[in-house]
Nanobody, 123 residues
């Protein structure tokens, strides 16, 4: 079974950038669909982005499209989320998740989760 560790969060001003990392251990990450999700206080957990095993196919929530980029380096067993033009409404706890099946935009499809990394965007 795969273990995931999220990192890279922090405090940034609006308009700034951060890069989150999701490092896998225990199993090679190339066998998993990887998704990023986020949870803000008082809100439901929501889909952010997803990447296929090869990295060729990606999907994004409308709220982050054209600002965030998901990528993966299977040789390093790591998936990244580059976040640009950050807005205060992006403030949340961000999690990566892995699924050996088809993945998707529903958090319930992912059985393996990182511990989360906090992103705070000040106005």
């Amino acid at each position: 079974q795969v273990q995931l560790v999220d990192s890279g969060g922090g405090l940034v001003q609006a308009g700034g950038s951060l890069r989150l990392s999701c490092a896998a251990s225990g199993r090679t990450i190339s066998t998993y669909m990887i998704g990023w999700f986020r949870k803000a206080p008082g809100k439901e957990r929501e889909f952010v982005a997803e990447i296929s095993r090869s990295g060729i196919t990606t999907a994004y929530a409308d709220s982050v499209k054209d600002r965030f980029t998901i990528s993966r380096d299977n040789a390093k067993n790591t998936v990244y989320l580059q976040m640009n033009s950050l807005k205060p409404e992006d403030t949340a706890l961000y999690y990566c998740a892995a699924d050996a099946g088809g993945g998707g935009r529903s958090w319930s499809a992912y059985p393996y989760w990182g511990q989360g990394t906090q992103v705070t965007v000040s106005s």
